[in-house]
């Protein structure tokens, strides 16, 4: 197993930066996925391909985002008593997350793939891509349970100690999936539904992998007689868990399908620039995302040790690293945001070229805003302040639900690039706040040290 890695003495800034880079690399992989679908859809395809890919994306994000934040949460406990050397109660843990992630896997792939058309019909998707989008979102329901997990079997080596291994995988599903769009859009000619069964395909095969992985590799898995009985109480110590992180990803996504439906409704260009600048944007925020991790991590341990003075320096030192990539993202986007909209999008489309870049240009002079965001939201986490965290994630959606209903019909694609931004700042009113009433309770709660 590696070795733990302590955060609780030294520097913060180097701390928090080489713990940020692992973290990177795994969520640069994960957009990855979405970058290469929408590339090779776009550019092969067309652009009312590429906005069959997107008009459905918020709400793909709602539902694989709650199924994969409670496989984030199951690993927890199993964490838990793998420290505490707990094995037997680790052992049925893990049993007991598989048998509850199968039953919601199932349920969840059944009830979205009912509702496809639905949800497509309430998003004001435009007819002439509405049979490409219910086919690509019908697939993606369809292979929620490789999904969850393979999300679920990476989360539970990670809890075991081995966090290079999924990253291994994720890079070996990624080029999977690059692989298998090119055979099935190209080859097979399945358009944009192939799309969506390379991902699916790419992620059970990987799901696979981690199972025979984790069978080899850890005895003390190995299940022993009682272990895989169904315990009541094992499932609502999961599910209370879970469930909450979850719930975090979705109240986000609340807001964003409001936007997207708006957006939608505004017709098939401004959807295949939106579907083009939100890939790139979400890349662009892998750095962002993963200081934040990081900072979950670095409070955690801090705040665990006694050292809130330690937490206030580590919050320092991530906003210094979060002021220097905005800054060198805000010159990257404002000169070359045409240039990345022509990986999805074919050069003789000028007009989609354009709203993609006045989308990326408005998002990146905001990444100040989101960078606090991250920083904060995760930083409260770590210090255990779960539920207040989640303030941030109602104020977002309600930004981004009074942006649609008030803001998009005045003012049309305007605001849809003014929609996340917006979002941003009203979490920030909700975080800065909120941080240091944390931190006030931190210091009468903890022995003061030195940093």
């Given at each position: 197993?590696?070795?733990?890695?302590e955060?609780?003495?030294?520097?913060p800034?180097?701390?928090?930066?080489?713990f940020?880079?692992?973290?990177l690399?795994?969520?640069?992989?994960?957009?990855t996925?979405?970058i290469?679908?929408a590339?090779?859809?776009?550019?092969?395809?067309g652009?009312?391909?590429l906005?069959?890919v997107?008009a459905?994306?918020?709400?793909?994000?709602?539902?694989?985002?709650?199924?994969?934040?409670?496989?984030?949460?199951f690993?927890i406990?199993v964490a838990q008593?793998?420290?505490?050397?707990d094995?037997?109660s680790m052992?049925?843990?893990?049993?007991?997350?598989?048998?509850v992630?199968?039953?919601?896997?199932?349920l969840?792939?059944?009830?979205?793939?009912?509702l496809c058309?639905?949800?497509?019909?309430w998003?004001?998707?435009p007819?002439?891509?509405?049979s490409?989008a219910?086919a690509y979102l019908?697939?993606?329901f369809?292979?929620?349970?490789a999904?969850?997990?393979y999300?679920?079997?990476?989360?539970v080596?990670?809890?075991?100690?081995?966090?290079?291994?999924?990253?291994?995988?994720?890079?070996f599903s990624?080029?999977l999936?690059?692989?298998l769009?090119?055979?099935?859009?190209?080859?097979?000619g399945?358009?944009?539904?192939?799309?969506?069964?390379?991902t699916v395909?790419?992620?059970?095969?990987?799901a696979?992998?981690c199972?025979?992985?984790?069978?080899k590799?850890?005895?003390?898995l190995?299940?022993q007689?009682?272990?895989?009985?169904?315990h009541?109480?094992?499932?609502r110590t999961?599910?209370?868990?879970?469930?909450?992180?979850?719930l975090?990803?979705?109240?986000?996504?609340i807001g964003?399908?409001?936007l997207q439906?708006?957006?939608?409704a505004l017709?098939e260009?401004?959807?295949?620039?939106?579907?083009?600048?939100?890939?790139?944007k979400?890349?662009?925020m892998?750095?962002?995302?993963?200081?934040g991790?990081?900072m979950?991590?670095?409070?955690?341990?801090?705040?665990?040790?006694?050292?809130?003075?330690?937490?206030?320096?580590?919050?320092?030192d991530?906003?210094k690293?979060?002021l220097?990539?905005?800054?060198?993202?805000a010159v990257?986007?404002w000169?070359g945001?045409?240039i990345?909209?022509?990986?999805?999008?074919?050069?003789?489309?000028?007009?989609?070229i354009g709203y993609t870049?006045?989308f990326?240009?408005?998002?990146v002079?905001?990444?100040?805003?989101?960078g606090?965001?991250?920083?904060?939201?995760?930083?409260i986490?770590?210090?255990?302040?779960?539920?207040?965290?989640?303030?941030?994630?109602?104020?977002?959606?309600?930004a981004?639900v009074?942006?649609?209903?008030l803001?998009?019909?005045?003012?049309?694609?305007?605001?849809?690039?003014?929609?996340?931004?917006?979002a941003?700042?009203c979490?920030c009113?909700f975080l800065?706040p909120?941080?240091?009433?944390?931190y006030?309770?931190?210091?009468?709660?903890?022995?003061?040290?030195?940093?």
């Open positions: 197993m590696p070795a733990v890695k955060m609780t003495s030294g520097r800034l180097p701390l928090i930066l080489n940020s880079v692992p973290l690399l795994g969520n640069m992989l994960q957009q996925y979405s290469v679908d590339a090779i859809v776009g550019q092969c395809l652009i009312n391909a906005a069959s997107g459905s994306g918020s709400v793909i994000f709602l539902i694989l985002g709650f199924c994969n934040g409670c496989c984030g949460g690993a406990p008593k793998f420290g505490a050397r094995y037997r052992r049925r843990l893990v049993a007991m997350s598989f048998k992630s199968g039953i919601m896997a199932v969840v792939a059944a009830v979205t793939c009912v058309p639905y949800i497509l019909h998003m004001q998707t007819e002439v891509i509405f490409d219910n019908f697939v993606t369809l292979g929620i349970p999904t969850l997990f999300n679920l079997l990476s989360s080596i990670r809890a075991l100690g081995d966090s290079k291994t999924p990253s291994w995988f994720l890079l990624t080029v999936n690059i692989v769009d090119l055979v099935c859009i190209l080859v097979l399945w358009g944009v539904a192939g799309a969506a069964i390379a395909v790419a992620q059970a095969v990987s696979v992998l199972y025979v992985y984790m069978k590799k850890f005895a003390i190995h299940m007689q009682g272990d895989n009985r169904w009541a109480g094992l499932a999961l599910l209370s868990v879970g469930v909450p992180m979850g975090q990803y979705s109240i986000t996504a964003s399908i409001m439906s708006s957006n939608n017709g260009n401004y959807i295949s620039a939106f579907t083009a600048a939100m890939r790139i979400m890349f662009c892998c750095p962002l995302d993963s200081l991790m990081a979950a991590t670095y409070c955690g341990q801090n705040f665990g040790a006694g050292h809130p003075h330690r937490i206030w320096a580590g919050i320092k991530a906003s690293l979060m220097l990539y905005s800054a060198f993202m990257v986007l000169s945001a045409h990345f909209a022509r990986l999805f999008i074919s050069s003789h489309e000028q007009v989609v870049a006045r990326l240009h408005v998002s002079s905001f990444f100040v805003a989101l606090v965001l991250s920083i904060l939201r995760y930083s986490q770590g210090a255990g302040y779960t539920k207040l965290a989640m303030g941030s994630g109602v104020s977002e959606m309600i981004r009074a942006v649609s209903v803001a998009v019909p005045a003012w049309g694609y305007w605001a849809i690039c003014f929609g996340d931004p917006i941003w700042c979490a009113l800065v909120a941080f240091f009433y944390v006030r309770q931190m210091k009468r709660r903890l022995q003061v040290q030195p940093v």
